[in-house]
């Protein structure tokens, strides 16, 4: 079982950075996947960026690419969201999820092969 929980959601203003952060309970191992995901209201659920815990797969959202950095890391058992040139559009609230059998999921964007969710940590951006 994997505890998840996020942190340092908050208000700025468009163009204002934020770092995500996702605590992750027990060992992590290099065939986990983490992934973050975010839900703006009235919203489906859409995936934002994901990495296997090794490094050798990481993906982004075309509307993330170039402005969010995902990370992890392996003395803290965390993983991180970058988010520079914030844009109204990226308001949401935004989840951490692990993915415990990696090697078996087809890539790190389909968010029902993740198995563990946080509860999620608010992004707003004002214009």
């Known amino acids: 079982h994997v505890e998840l929980v996020e942190s340092g959601g908050g208000l700025v203003q468009a163009g204002d950075s934020l770092r995500l952060s996702c605590a992750m309970s027990g060992r992590s191992r290099s065939y986990y996947a983490v992934g973050w995901f975010r839900q703006a209201p009235e919203k489906e659920l859409e995936f934002v960026a994901g990495?296997?815990?090794?490094?050798?797969?990481?993906d982004y959202a075309d509307s993330v690419k170039g402005r969010f950095t995902i990370s992890r890391d392996n003395v803290e058992n965390a993983a991180y969201l970058q988010m520079n040139n914030l844009k109204p559009e990226d308001t949401a609230l935004y989840f951490c999820a692990v993915d415990v059998n990696a090697y078996y999921s087809s890539g790190v964007t389909d968010q029902r092969e993740y198995d563990y969710w946080g509860q999620g940590t608010q992004v707003t951006v004002s214009s």
């Open positions: 990495m296997w815990w090794s490094g050798s797969v990481v």
